[in-house]
């Protein structure tokens, strides 16, 4: 990664943190519904008025997404969906709803104060069937093949190397799999420097890519029914847009490298890819993966 990009992902960490700490200091006494400052076009507005009172006020209060991937992504009882940059956990809580006891919903994130925030709030509603993971939307740490759904709201904008988030986001899903995400998107006509006087990176605006640039990279990642749907406007020429793509069943994936050490990290005193398995103390010997996702992809005959 350049130096630029290892600062431009430093600033969307350092941005992102900030909302996160501000909602947990102030929670939505001193600040009202809202207490991270969006406009009209961002933020939980866009959500449901029944799917707002069903959550935590400071998943609500940490939204800043440009539409509501749950919306769309048309979940179903029993899947496996995966938030890219999930934040205070907004779209995996309602993801969990959507998927039921017998799906799950997991979040990724590479912020600590996020995740901190997402869990407090999965434990307010009561949310059992959620995970979050600590990591990059470049190098996911689940195993290939393995969840039904992606979504995400307004994150892959942010991303210095989107090749890699289609990439690893097509690694990740099953054949047959769907992505499902909102983001903004840029017309055609814009070149990257124009985007950038509309607004800055970490807001979303300058590190957009065009209709036509989103359509070719997720193709060049192997998706196929590729569509992008406008829903508002966010700037001049900028879009807030969803995204839809399907991972063809006849798609083949090679594990990552995280997926491979959890099944080559075993040793004397480790199996199914942790140590002390199917003990209270079992630890993913893959630093990337946690304990459930190592006993997955080492196919465990014990993951419970």
Same mark, same amino acid.
């Given at each position: 990664?350049?130096?630029?990009?290892?600062? /431009?992902?430093?600033?969307?960490?350092?941005?992102? %943190?900030?909302?996160?700490?501000?909602?947990?200091?102030?929670?939505?006494?001193?600040?009202?519904?809202?207490?991270?400052?969006?406009?009209? #076009?961002?933020?939980?507005?866009?959500?449901?008025?029944?799917?707002?009172?069903?959550?935590?006020?400071?998943?609500?209060?940490?939204? /800043?997404?440009?539409?509501?991937?749950?919306? @769309?992504?048309?979940?179903?009882?029993?899947?496996?969906?995966?938030?890219? *940059?999930? *934040?205070? *956990?907004?779209?995996?809580?309602?993801?969990?709803?959507?998927?039921?006891?017998?799906?799950?919903?997991?979040?990724?994130?590479?912020?600590?104060?996020?995740?901190?925030?997402?869990?407090? #709030?999965?434990?307010?509603?009561?949310?059992? #069937?959620?995970?979050?993971?600590?990591?990059?939307?470049?190098?996911?740490?689940?195993?290939?093949?393995?969840?039904?759904?992606?979504?995400?709201?307004? @994150?892959? #904008?942010?991303?210095?190397?989107?090749?890699?988030?289609?990439?690893?986001?097509?690694?990740?899903?099953?054949?047959?799999?769907?992505?499902?995400?909102?983001?903004?998107?840029?017309?055609?006509?814009?070149?990257? $420097?124009?985007?950038?006087?509309?607004?800055?990176?970490?807001?979303?605006? !300058?590190?957009?890519?065009?209709?036509?640039?989103?359509?070719?990279?997720?193709?060049? %990642?192997?998706?196929?029914?590729?569509?992008?749907?406008? +829903?508002?406007?966010?700037?001049?020429?900028?879009?807030? !847009?969803?995204?839809?793509?399907?991972?063809?069943?006849?798609?083949?994936?090679?594990?990552?490298?995280?997926?491979?050490?959890?099944?080559? $990290?075993?040793?004397?005193?480790?199996?199914?890819?942790?140590?002390?398995?199917?003990?209270?103390?079992?630890?993913?010997?893959?630093? %990337?993966? +946690?304990? +459930?996702? %190592?006993?997955? !992809?080492?196919?465990?005959?014990?993951?419970?």
């Amino acid at each position: 990664m350049s130096e630029q990009s290892t600062d /431009l992902r430093e600033t969307v960490r350092r941005r992102y %943190a900030a909302a996160a700490v501000q909602v947990t200091e102030c929670g939505t006494a001193c600040c009202g519904p809202e207490p991270v400052e969006v406009d009209e #076009n961002f933020g939980s507005t866009l959500y449901a008025a029944d799917e707002r009172d069903a959550l935590p006020a400071e998943a609500l209060a940490a939204s /800043l997404g440009c539409g509501n991937p749950t919306a @769309v992504a048309d979940l179903h009882e029993g899947e496996k969906v995966l938030d890219l *940059g999930s *934040g205070g *956990g907004i779209d995996v809580l309602l993801s969990a709803r959507r998927v039921g006891p017998t799906g799950k919903a997991y979040g990724l994130d590479m912020t600590d104060e996020m995740l901190q925030l997402a869990l407090a #709030n999965a434990q307010k509603a009561k949310a059992t #069937n959620v995970e979050f993971l600590k990591g990059t939307i470049e190098a996911i740490p689940l195993p290939a093949n393995t969840v039904d759904v992606v979504i995400s709201n307004c @994150v892959i #904008n942010l991303s210095t190397d989107k090749p890699a988030v289609f990439t690893e986001t097509f690694r990740v899903l099953r054949p047959g799999g769907r992505l499902g995400v909102s983001d903004v998107v840029a017309d055609d006509c814009l070149t990257t $420097a124009q985007r950038a006087e509309r607004g800055d990176y970490v807001g979303c605006i !300058a590190g957009a890519l065009s209709f036509a640039e989103y359509r070719q990279g997720l193709e060049a %990642a192997g998706f196929t029914d590729v569509e992008i749907t406008p +829903t508002h406007p966010v700037a001049d020429g900028m879009h807030s !847009a969803i995204v839809r793509a399907i991972k063809p069943v006849s798609a083949t994936t090679q594990p990552s490298a995280t997926a491979e050490t959890a099944e080559t $990290a075993e040793t004397a005193d480790e199996c199914c890819g942790v140590t002390s398995c199917c003990t209270p103390t079992e630890q993913s010997a893959a630093p %990337a993966l +946690t304990a +459930t996702e %190592a006993k997955s !992809a080492s196919g465990c005959g014990c993951q419970s």
